[in-house]
């Protein structure tokens, strides 16, 4: 079992930044891939970037590219979402899930999940 705090969402102005945390208990921790995707209000649950467990494979959705990188700490069981040039369309709650068997980008794939953070980028 996993347990996941995510933590870090906030107000900030479009073109700033954000490094969102996900703080995970359990010992296995460091086998899973993991994810971060959003929600915003009215829409469904999307793919934002995913990890392998070892950090060698990283992956995103285009829109993030080159805006949001995901990184890992294995030793402190914490996974996090560097974000920049936030824009307003980037309103959303975000949250961070735990995958068992790889990494992937389908919400289907993933075994735990977080409460979420709420992020709210003005114009």
């Known amino acids: 079992q996993v347990q996941l705090v995510e933590s870090g969402g906030g107000l900030v102005q479009a073109g700033g930044s954000l490094r969102l945390s996900c703080a995970a208990s359990?010992?296995?921790?460091?086998?899973?891939?993991m994810g971060w995707f959003r929600q915003a209000t009215g829409k469904e649950r999307e793919f934002v970037a995913g990890?392998?467990?070892?950090?060698?494979?990283?992956y995103y959705t285009d829109s993030m590219k080159g805006r949001f990188t995901i990184s890992r700490d294995n030793g402190k069981k914490t996974v996090y979402l560097q974000m920049n040039s936030l824009k307003p369309e980037d309103t959303a709650i975000y949250y961070c899930?735990?995958?068992?068997?790889?990494?992937?980008?389908?919400?289907?794939?993933?075994?735990?999940w977080g409460q979420g953070t709420q992020v709210t980028v003005s114009s």
């Open positions: 990890l392998s467990w070892n950090g060698a494979s990283r």
């Open positions: 899930a735990a995958d068992r068997q790889g990494v992937g980008s389908s919400r289907m794939e993933y075994d735990y």
């Open positions: 359990g010992r296995a921790f460091h086998t899973y891939g």
